[in-house]
């Protein structure tokens, strides 16, 4: 993965040297603390991910960064804490980044425009589970979605509830079949971990019949368009995607990949133990992270306090795993899917009606040909009498002399 991680950077500096609209003193200084960064042994990751972010920087700052003056800098750090296309975890990276790269601008000093940036994490957010995603806007989203690598991603994203960076890392031959559906390994910041998957397994079969490359070390997320087409998909192309789904799904919850991660996290804290949950999200064993989930699931509290009246909560139901099981093939296929993964057979009647309608063009079509070109009739019909003998030679024999007799 080095050597994509490598070709990435590579990409995204020649952006950078490109791009008209960057100031070229503010270029100049990206480039040398990507530079700086990669001696002092950082991560390919966190090297791409700054060389993302700063000309993101530098466009709101609009200013060479060494002649900006703190009021500039309120400027900016105010248009951060306004955005809610990204969530307060990237606002605080944003905001560590820039203090970060000051000091190195100041020789290891932070200047004193920056002094003021806080970049300490507030505890729990104040999200309550009615901010969060939920199956059913999943589900939107997967109606919404209009490709089979969108609805794989937005699938898989929901059921690991994996960092980002734990999936784009991801190749075809990650996923192996398992008795229950597949397996995939992810390697995250605690080391690799296998994981189950249950309801994404027909959308990545899916995805996995059209893709592009069929070896096992192929990235499994590529671009599927006209540009690029086939070449890993960048994290920008990924959030593009999930925001115009989530636009025409009618989502209007934040849907960046950190979201989709805490929205599955609260979820599963209402059937998993502390100590699955930091085996499943990939955190330390012990980590005072799952009690966060915990709290904003109200798990524990909510039973308690209807205990305290005698009241008995309803229990909730186990995880009900959703498959359309096509009639013809007996596949398991994903609740939005139309058509079955195996036998392209409908599966519902919008589709069927949809395959009729398409059907009954086809055979206009036909018609149209036989009367305007008699000759191309004639050659279609002695095709298929062609195809006929090898099956059924008696019959064929028998249309032969309807053809001629009539």
């Given at each position: 993965?080095?050597?994509?991680?490598?070709?990435?950077?590579?990409?995204?500096?020649?952006?950078?040297?490109?791009?008209?609209?960057?100031?070229?003193?503010?270029?100049?200084?990206?480039?040398?603390?990507?530079?700086?960064?990669?001696?002092?042994?950082?991560?390919?990751?966190?090297?791409?991910?700054?060389?993302?972010?700063?000309?993101?920087?530098?466009?709101?700052?609009?200013?060479?960064?060494?002649?900006?003056?703190?009021?500039?800098?309120?400027?900016?750090?105010?248009?951060?804490?306004?955005?809610?296309?990204?969530?307060?975890?990237?606002?605080?990276?944003?905001?560590?980044?820039?203090?970060?790269?000051?000091?190195?601008?100041?020789?290891?000093?932070?200047?004193?425009?920056?002094?003021?940036?806080?970049?300490?994490?507030?505890?729990?957010?104040?999200?309550?589970?009615?901010?969060?995603?939920?199956?059913?806007?999943?589900?939107?989203?997967?109606?919404?979605?209009?490709?089979?690598?969108?609805?794989?991603?937005?699938?898989?994203?929901?059921?690991?509830?994996?960092?980002?960076?734990?999936?784009?890392?991801?190749?075809?031959?990650?996923?192996?079949?398992?008795?229950?559906?597949?397996?995939?390994?992810?390697?995250?910041?605690?080391?690799?971990?296998?994981?189950?998957?249950?309801?994404?397994?027909?959308?990545?079969?899916?995805?996995?019949?059209?893709?592009?490359?069929?070896?096992?070390?192929?990235?499994?997320?590529?671009?599927?368009?006209?540009?690029?087409?086939?070449?890993v998909m960048e994290y920008r192309a990924l959030l593009k995607m999930l925001n115009e789904t989530a636009k025409k799904a009618k989502v209007s919850k934040p849907v960046n990949p950190h979201h989709f991660r805490h929205s599955?996290?609260?979820?599963?804290?209402?059937?998993?133990?502390?100590?699955?949950?930091?085996?499943w999200f990939g955190w330390v064993q012990g980590s005072d992270v799952p009690a966060r989930y915990v709290h904003l699931s109200g798990r524990d509290i909510d039973s308690a306090y209807a205990r305290m009246y005698g009241l008995?909560?309803?229990?909730?139901?186990?995880?009900?795993?959703?498959?359309?099981?096509?009639?013809?093939?007996?596949?398991?296929?994903?609740?939005?899917?139309?058509?079955?993964?195996?036998?392209?057979?409908?599966?519902n009647m919008e589709a069927a009606l949809e395959a009729e309608d398409k059907d009954k063009q086809v055979g206009i079509s036909l018609l149209q040909t036989i009367q305007n070109n008699p000759q191309a009739a004639q050659e279609?019909?002695?095709?298929?009498?062609?195809?006929?003998?090898?099956?059924?030679?008696?019959?064929?024999?028998?249309?032969?002399?309807?053809?001629?007799?009539?």
């Amino acid at each position: 993965m080095v050597a994509i991680k490598q070709a990435l950077i590579d990409n995204q500096k020649k952006k950078i040297k490109d791009d008209p609209d960057l100031l070229p003193e503010n270029k100049k200084l990206i480039l040398e603390f990507q530079r700086y960064l990669e001696l002092q042994d950082y991560s390919n990751q966190r090297q791409y991910k700054y060389l993302i972010r700063l000309p993101i920087l530098s466009e709101q700052l609009a200013v060479p960064f060494t002649e900006a003056s703190k009021e500039d800098i309120e400027r900016l750090v105010l248009w951060l804490n306004q955005r809610d296309d990204i969530t307060d975890t990237t606002k605080l990276d944003y905001k560590i980044l820039l203090k970060r790269f000051y000091k190195w601008i100041g020789n290891g000093e932070y200047p004193e425009c920056v002094k003021f940036i806080s970049t300490t994490e507030k505890n729990n957010n104040g999200k309550l589970p009615e901010d969060l995603l939920t199956e059913k806007d999943v589900k939107k989203l997967l109606q919404a979605a209009d490709h089979p690598r969108n609805r794989a991603f937005i699938a898989m994203l929901w059921e690991t509830g994996a960092r980002v960076s734990e999936l784009m890392d991801l190749k075809v031959g990650s996923l192996e079949d398992y008795k229950y559906g597949m397996k995939c390994v992810v390697k995250g910041k605690t080391g690799a971990r296998r994981r189950m998957l249950i309801q994404s397994v027909p959308y990545l079969n899916d995805w996995l019949k059209t893709h592009p490359h069929r070896e096992k070390d192929a990235p499994l997320w590529v671009n599927v368009g006209t540009r690029n087409n086939g070449q890993v998909m960048e994290y920008r192309a990924l959030l593009k995607m999930l925001n115009e789904t989530a636009k025409k799904a009618k989502v209007s919850k934040p849907v960046n990949p950190h979201h989709f991660r805490h929205s599955r996290a609260t979820y599963m804290a209402n059937h998993f133990t502390e100590a699955q949950m930091c085996e499943w999200f990939g955190w330390v064993q012990g980590s005072d992270v799952p009690a966060r989930y915990v709290h904003l699931s109200g798990r524990d509290i909510d039973s308690a306090y209807a205990r305290m009246y005698g009241l008995k909560e309803e229990e909730e139901e186990g995880l009900e795993v959703e498959f359309i099981t096509c009639p013809r093939c007996g596949y398991d296929n994903g609740p939005t899917m139309q058509y079955c993964g195996r036998c392209g057979m409908a599966l519902n009647m919008e589709a069927a009606l949809e395959a009729e309608d398409k059907d009954k063009q086809v055979g206009i079509s036909l018609l149209q040909t036989i009367q305007n070109n008699p000759q191309a009739a004639q050659e279609m019909m002695t095709s298929m009498v062609q195809i006929l003998a090898r099956h059924n030679p008696e019959l064929a024999e028998a249309v032969e002399e309807e053809k001629n007799t009539g």
